[in-house]
């Protein structure tokens, strides 16, 4: 499984950008699917995640009513719609895959996820 993350770039406060997670794997949608975020010097955190159907989806407190998070199983793709953009959003994004397919649940913890994209920087000016 490879995923390959983009979208990532420099932006005012108040902007908006795309996050893209497009994957190389069979059967794409009985992956439960995530971003997370990490900062220099600080742990990687969850941001958003996604059920494989599409139907249920995750926000941490701090990103919630600004970022959308969205799939396309068709093209094996993952989004991260993120809007409102403010500094403290500036960090590297990982996409990820959790590849449990007996379990419905979606962990919120890094340990959980089985694959992991690259990473892409969003810089958030002030």
């Known amino acids: 499984v490879q995923l390959q993350a983009s979208g990532g770039g420099l932006v005012q406060t108040g902007g908006s950008l795309r996050l893209s997670c497009a994957a190389s794997?069979?059967?794409?949608?009985?992956?439960?699917m995530a971003w997370f975020r990490q900062s220099p010097g600080k742990s990687r955190v969850f941001v958003a995640g996604?059920?494989?159907?599409?139907?249920?989806?995750y926000y941490a407190d701090s990103v919630k009513g600004r970022f959308t998070i969205s799939r396309d199983n068709a093209q094996s793709t993952t989004y991260l719609e993120m809007n409102s953009l403010k500094p403290e959003d500036t960090a590297a994004y990982f996409c990820?895959?959790?590849?449990?397919?007996?379990?419905?649940?979606?962990?919120?913890?890094?340990?959980?996820?089985?694959?992991w994209g690259q990473g892409t920087l969003v810089t958030v000016s002030s």
């Open positions: 794997v069979d059967r794409f949608s009985r992956f439960k």
């Open positions: 990820a895959a959790d590849a449990n397919y007996f379990s419905d649940y979606l962990s919120r913890e890094v340990e959980a996820y089985d694959y």
């Open positions: 996604i059920r494989g159907n599409g139907g249920n989806t």
